[in-house]
């Protein structure tokens, strides 16, 4: 099958550098528009992996992210959310880069090019077949996500990825592959840019239709939320109140009582 790298393609726009700063940030906004579009074509493949991820999820298992650059980064930004936005622990969704933790904040020079380290990593984890693993990359040619999941199919371990080029060796690699073709790049090869926002709707949608389904939302709202902040606690409280139909006071008594709000509304519901 042909490769080709869209994501490394020459941009759209030249001259740059001549451009007006209103010409520059409507342009940079005109190539944005276009990637919710290259993502809604991608719907069928992400619900086939998060499929794959809520039944290993029910049965005790962990999603892992994994890659390098601004991909592990993105990885790692949605799994350190999951936790406070729905109350889950933090070993049940994990990110991993490339570099270990000094590279979210600085790039560790040639450390996406290791074939041996992603699958370590993965190790310190203790990684089993009860897990799942997806791999992030761009490019869809990363060695350290590569060769992580290539040995993630060796173990049973079921493997996913997002990648922004269409039969990368990554979506080759991956047994439920999300390929989403944004295009060249506003800077050629900048894929921090479109491909970046690409990925990071993606890992929304999978992270949110996850934690969904696992029955981390009533209705609409965060019920398991952690309280973390009086910006949170406040939003409990108003939780709360809508559900059961009572007045601040008594809404933050329950709160201050049962420490979340699903177990606030679950046991005034049973007492009443």
Not at 220 to 240: W, Y
Request: overall charge neutral; charged content about 20%; some cysteine.
């Amino acid at each position: 099958m042909s490769f080709i790298k869209t994501t490394e393609q020459d941009s759209n726009y030249n001259h740059l550098e001549k451009m007006s700063l209103s010409d520059l940030l409507n342009n940079i906004n005109k190539e944005d528009q276009t990637v919710p579009l290259a993502v809604q074509k991608a719907i069928p493949q992400i619900e086939i992996l998060v499929h794959q991820i809520v039944i290993k999820l029910k049965q005790g298992g962990r999603l892992f992210y994994i890659g390098a650059g601004t991909s592990g980064r993105l990885g790692i930004v949605d799994a350190s959310e999951c936790p406070p936005t729905f109350g889950v622990s933090y070993d049940l969704v994990i990110g991993l880069i490339a570099g270990g933790d000094k590279a979210i904040r600085e790039a560790v020079e040639f450390a996406e090019d290791s074939t041996n380290q992603g699958w370590t990593n993965l190790q310190k984890h203790k990684i089993s077949d009860n897990d799942v693993v997806i791999g992030i990359a761009a490019s869809g040619t990363t060695p350290y996500v590569i060769s992580a999941l290539q040995q993630c199919n060796k173990n049973n371990i079921i493997t996913g990825c997002i990648t922004c080029n269409k039969n990368s060796p990554l979506s080759q690699t991956a047994q439920f592959p999300i390929e989403v073709i944004v295009g060249p790049e506003f800077v050629t090869g900048s894929s921090r840019m479109k491909a970046g926002t690409a990925q990071k709707l993606i890992l929304n949608m999978i992270s949110t239709s996850t934690m969904i389904q696992l029955g981390k939302v009533k209705g609409n709202k965060m019920v398991d939320m952690q309280l973390s902040n009086d910006k949170l606690v406040d939003r409990g409280i108003k939780m709360i109140m809508s559900e059961l139909n009572v007045p601040y006071t008594e809404a933050n008594s329950l709160l201050t009582k049962h420490k979340t709000v699903r177990k606030a509304i679950n046991t005034y519901n049973n007492e009443n």
